[in-house]
C-alpha cells in the first residue's frame, strides 16, 4: 500500500468536515425561555424572496400556520427578508437569536397579540400588536427587538 500525499489527505480531511457540516442538526432560531414546546417553524422556499435564498416565503399558500398566534417579522420595510413562525405559544417568552437580535424592521401578528421587548427575557416592553402589521417600525422602535410574548386572546404582559 502507498503513502497517501499530503495533498490527498488534506483534500479528504476538508470533505470529510463538509460531510460533518451538512448533516449537523439545526435548531430554530428563537428558542422559548419558559418550558413549553418550542414553536414550530413552517418553512417554505421560493426563488426571488431573499437574494441568498436563505428566508422563507411569507406569501405561500402552502404553508400551516397551527393554531397559536402567527408571528412574522422581517430585517428590512415592507417584508423583505423575513423569518416566520407557524405559532407562538400561548404567554411564552421568546428571546431572539443572535441572527434577529436588534435587526426588526417590519412585522405582521395576526390571531392574537404580540408585545415585543427591547431587551432579552421580555423585559423593558416596547409595543405590543394585536392583529396588526407595520411594513416598517419608526425609528423609536426599529431594530430594537430582543424578545417577544403572545398571547391568542389579550395582550400579555
Known amino acids: 500500500m502507498e503513502p497517501v500525499s499530503t495533498l490527498t489527505f488534506l483534500f479528504l480531511f476538508f470533505l470529510s468536515l463538509f460531510k460533518v457540516a451538512i448533516a449537523a442538526p439545526t435548531t430554530p432560531d428563537v428558542q422559548p425561555i419558559a418550558t ?3 414553536p414550530d417553524p413552517s418553512f417554505s422556499f421560493s426563488a426571488g424572496v431573499a437574494v441568498d435564498g436563505l428566508y422563507p416565503d411569507k406569501t405561500s399558500s402552502n ?4 393554531n397559536g398566534v402567527k408571528l412574522h417579522y422581517c430585517k428590512h ?20 437569536d443572535w441572527m434577529w437580535n436588534d435587526s426588526v424592521t417590519s412585522y405582521e401578528v395576526n390571531d392574537g397579540c404580540c408585545v415585543f421587548f427591547e431587551n432579552f427575557n421580555c423585559q423593558k416592553p416596547m409595543f405590543s400588536a394585536f392583529n396588526r402589521k407595520h411594513g416598517k417600525i419608526g425609528p423609536w422602535h426599529n431594530d430594537m427587538m430582543s424578545s417577544y410574548r403572545c398571547a391568542k386572546h389579550y395582550c400579555p404582559e
Not at 404553508?63 to 397551527?66: C, L, P
Not at 420595510?77 to 431572539?96: G, Q, R, T
Request: include cysteine.
Open 77 to 96: 420595510p415592507d417584508w423583505v427578508k423575513c423569518l416566520k413562525y407557524a405559532s407562538a405559544n400561548e404567554n411564552i417568552c421568546y428571546n431572539m
Open 36 to 38: 413549553g414546546p418550542s
Open 63 to 66: 404553508t400551516a400556520w397551527g
